[in-house]
């Protein structure tokens, strides 16, 4: 995976393409969804961060906060997400990243959706969304973020 | 859509055209010709390849009779909650008539951390039962008699921790050693390639693998010590072809080590077992478990110099493939069940687990998992395609996917031996890589309808009515976290301490690590306790992100 690194004077996602982290939060193993979304992006034309498994909601927004990124696309299939993506959500205020486009991807029942929508994820794809509706909300997500901000 | 005949091509040619795809193959890309017959499966050397049920090479299965003599172990994999809530589930399955038990433990416990380290918040409970010590061991096992059960536990990063708890477990219940029967998965070479729950880098744990092998062989006989596992690779987006070459090659690789360690390949060999996924691809599928069984006797005989008949057999379970299952229409994944596991069973296998249908909503409740344990029922007791052993050996198409198989499994031996090995090629994010490659793959053809999933990309439902799932509540974490603390109160904490520094000098020394851990389960030492004792010493693996 190659990722072109972004000068300090640019302003955040302003031009350029849009840069996503995939993340994988908690202790969840399964990976295959978040392999495959970040592949997507990347053929899609955007810069493509996959932090791996196994990480904390402060380590994804430290990562987020480093690499710059428009968007945090975050993986969940462990049944913790109503732990763990409010405190990504969180993590991202405390390092001053609430301004990044937050998604869910994953196993996540209908009644916990709103719940996750209120903590500041922009949109939650359940099983079966394509990548090509992810990548399509995506840019317009990004879009309309940097609208309101640039 | 076909395309048009060539105009002045021969009669013959213009056939494709009335066919529904100008290609038709497997889910791995196979290419399947419109019908098969002698000339694909040709005489010589037949009987080598072939065989007899119950003889080399094993084609057509590891026993003469088969399911006439005896039915595979109907294992459904269960766990979730306290153990107090897994041993209620498991009482439920024995008494609608399942024959052997099969734990599923949750994150935390898979990756050696205990219920109360920060990482574990949220996921105590939530997809497998938690374990932190021989307390939670004994409950799970209270009024199960030991010697009267086998048990399979999915656990790699901590096998051997888990299995001293079992152990130790089996011990309070006054069952001894060599009447247990069981297999622990403890195969941490897939982990790396596609399952994720490792703990120590892989040369320290192919250490602690060969330790399992050689205390199991003085002490506990019966033991599967290794369930070489070609289900999670393939639930990682593999191809059956790549499912079945990594998972073999794999073996290869345990029995490399038992031999480099010192072992005699007999001792331990037929105690190894494997564990296959069971896709949606019928007949490529069946072909898949008949070319594995034979790769795996010839390469015991031939390549490792195995004489006792036991190592050559590869005896296995199969899971239906839960990456199958749909969110939607959920009740339809009963049928997809049924017929993998059918190919299962066509396919020889020793034990199998039917998945429930609402699977890809949340874990299964009692009615969805009732449903898959009689979806097995009926194939065995009902279907009659157990009265005869490998009912479809002989068939021109099968005999010639299942040498297709054989075929493309060694073309990836020869790229892995290339390599240097499996573990230079984990290095390397080989498996990763292929195994990312093929998903990516996968999901294209199905979102551009290549591939039809029903009720997905083809027959949608506009609205769905969601069934009733099962939810773990956050206070089993409490609940956890507060009989862990007792333990730690409870216990004597001087005989843990000396317990833990005696794993620590045998994890420095090079001493088998069982004993040592027996005792730490004994002293009722946490699982954190004593993983973290060995990350001391050997160190963390770290997932290379490769996608």
Known sequence: METTPVTVNEAPGAHGPIRVLVAKPGMDRHDRGAKVIARAYRDAGMEVIYTGLHQSPAQIARAALEEDVDVVALSILSGAHNTLIPRVCQALRDVGRDDVVVLVGGVIPAEDVPRLLEAGVERVFGPGSSTEEIVAFTRDAVARRRGETV | ?547
């Not at chain 2, 290419?31 to 080598?48: F, L, S, T």
Request: hydrophobic share 40%; with cysteine; glycine share 8%.
């Open chain 2, 1 to 547: 859509m076909a395309k048009e005949p060539a105009a002045g091509a021969p009669a013959e040619a213009a056939a494709p055209g009335r066919e529904r795809r100008p290609r038709f193959e497997t889910l791995s890309g196979i290419e399947v010709k419109r019908c098969y017959g002698p000339e694909d499966v040709p005489d010589a050397a037949a009987a080598q390849r072939l065989g007899v049920p119950g003889q080399w090479p094993y084609t057509r299965g590891i026993h003469d009779t088969m399911y006439r003599g005896r039915l595979w172990t109907m294992r459904q994999f269960a766990g979730f909650g306290t153990a107090e809530q897994t041993n209620r589930r498991f009482k439920y399955l024995l008494r609608e008539g399942q024959t052997g038990l099969s734990v599923a433990f949750d994150f935390p416990t898979l990756l050696g951390y205990d219920s109360d380290h920060p990482m574990s918040e949220g996921e105590v409970g939530k997809l497998g039962v938690a374990v932190d010590t021989l307390a939670d061991m004994e409950i799970l096992f209270d009024g199960i008699p030991l010697d009267q059960v086998s048990t399979s536990m999915t656990i790699n990063g901590p096998a051997a921790m888990i299995f001293a708890m079992y152990l130790a477990a089996a011990e309070k219940q006054g069952v001894p050693f060599d009447r247990l029967r069981g297999t622990i998965q403890n195969d941490i070479l897939k982990e790396y390639i596609a399952q994720n729950t490792y703990i120590f880098p892989p040369r320290p744990s192919m250490r602690i693998i060969t330790d399992i092998f050689a205390f199991c062989a003085d002490h506990v006989p019966q033991w599967n010590t290794v369930s070489i596992s070609g289900y999670h690779i393939r639930e990682a987006g593999s191809t059956a072809v790549q499912e079945l070459a990594f998972t073999l090659a794999n073996g290869f690789e345990y029995v490399r080590a038992g031999i480099e360690a010192g072992l005699d390949v007999d001792r331990f060999a037929p105690r190894l077992s494997f564990f296959f996924n069971v896709h949606n691809d019928f007949f490529e599928e069946i072909a898949k478990l008949r070319a594995a069984r034979r790769i795996w006797a010839v390469e015991m005989r031939e390549r490792f110099g195995a004489k006792d008949p036991r190592s050559w057999k590869m005896r296995f379970h199969c899971q239906t493939a839960g990456c199958t299952l749909t969110a939607q229409q959920p009740e339809i994944n009963i049928v997809r069940v049924t017929l993998q596991a059918l190919a299962a069973v066509l396919g020889g296998a020793q034990s199998l687990h039917t998945n429930s249908f609402d699977e890809a909503l949340a874990l299964p409740t009692e009615k969805a998992v009732r449903i898959a344990l009689r979806t097995q029922q009926i194939i065995a007791e009902e279907s009659g395609v157990t009265s005869t052993v490998d009912p479809l050996g002989g068939s021109y198409f099968v005999e010639w996917l299942t040498d297709e198989m054989e075929r493309r499994a060694r073309d990836y031996f020869r790229r892995i031996d290339e390599l240097g090995g499996v573990i230079p090629a984990i290095e390397a994010g080989f498996f990763q890589k292929e195994i990312a490659d093929a998903s990516y793959r996968y999901q294209q053809q199905v979102e551009s309808g290549e591939i039809t999933v029903v009720g997905v990309n083809k027959y949608v439902l506009e609205d769905e009515e969601q069934p009733e799932i099962l939810r773990v509540p956050d206070e089993v974490q409490q609940r956890q976290i507060q009989r862990l603390r007792d333990i730690r109160r409870t216990r004597d904490n001087r005989r843990v301490s000396q317990a833990l520094r005696d794993l620590k000098a045998a994890a420095r020394s090079g001493e088998n690590l069982m004993p040592r851990l027996l005792e730490c389960a004994r002293a009722y030492a946490t699982l954190g306790e004593m993983c973290d004792t060995l990350r001391e010493v050997f160190g963390e693996y770290r997932d290379r992100a490769i996608f």
